[in-house]
T-cell receptor, first 117, second 113 residues
Framework: DTGVSQDPRHKITKRGQNVTFRCDPI?????LYWYRQTLGQGPEFLTY????????KSRLLSDRFSAERPKGSFSTLEIQRTEQGDSAMYLC???????????????FGPGTRLTVL | AQSVSQHNHHVILSEAASLELGCNYS??????LFWYVQYPGQHLQLLLK??????LVKGIKGFEAEFIKSKFSFNLRKPSVQWSDTAEYFC???????????FGSGTRLQVQP
């Protein structure tokens, strides 16, 4: 399977714990995006990487959230001191470099569903 | 606030009925427009997209969408729906100069056999 993959698919944690999610983009894609989706809503943008550089962050990304893409390949999203309001589906997407076909098209992974008790 | 609006939250149709789902956006300038679909238990999949050129775009599974710049709209259509089209449909926009997608709140389509 050459699509975007995310791990884990489900995570249940207690309030106050830290969690980390991983995203592996489509192999030739240099752009990677994180979104959050709550029930009944469309995905909301969190942050965006081009290679290893984090180029944009949403105001939704509080200080408890941090994302990395150290080698420009996979990315991790960490949430510290989780709160019940963090319960959501966390989606990762990737797109190909500028100048390539489909460069502005984002392809989504299956998501990580987080439940904070 | 700049946004993407999907007017229909829940649509119920019988098989073979025609479908039109509305999408309006509030950004000025040049935008990229997308429709994504999420089938039950599956991840978001791209249905179709508009970047430039012919404002009537065709996507997968018989879907099409029309970009009307004067109305800031990008409505999704299908002449005859099937039970397998039951899913949630999201309109999304790249605002000018931004890589992030702004999504509408989605339309849940239920097709009855």
């Amino acid at each position: 399977d050459t699509g975007v993959s995310q791990d884990p698919r489900h995570k249940i944690t207690k309030r106050g714990q830290n969690v980390t999610f991983r995203c592996d983009p489509i192999s030739e894609h240099n752009r990677l995006y994180w979104y959050r989706q709550t029930l009944g809503q469309g995905p909301e943008f969190l942050t965006y990487f081009q290679n290893e550089a984090q180029l944009e962050k949403s105001r939704l990304l509080s200080d408890r959230f941090s994302a990395e893409r150290p080698k420009g390949s996979f990315s991790t999203l960490e949430i510290q001191r989780t709160e019940q309001g963090d319960s959501a589906m966390y989606l990762c997407a990737s797109s190909s470099p500028p100048g390539q076909r489909q460069a502005d098209t984002q392809y989504f992974g299956p998501g990580t569903r987080l439940t904070v008790l | 606030a700049q946004s993407v609006s999907q007017h229909n939250h829940h649509v119920i149709l019988s098989e073979a009925a025609s479908l039109e789902l509305g999408c309006n956006y509030s950004y000025g300038g040049t935008v990229n427009l997308f429709w994504y679909v999420q089938y039950p238990g599956q991840h978001l999949q791209l249905l179709l997209k508009y970047f430039s050129g012919d404002p009537l775009v065709k996507g997968i599974k018989g879907f099409e969408a029309e970009f009307i710049k004067s109305k800031f709209s990008f409505n999704l259509r299908k002449p005859s729906v099937q039970w397998s089209d039951t899913a949630e449909y999201f309109c999304a926009v790249n605002a000018p100069g931004r890589r992030a997608l702004t999504f509408g709140s989605g339309t849940r389509l239920q097709v009855q056999p």
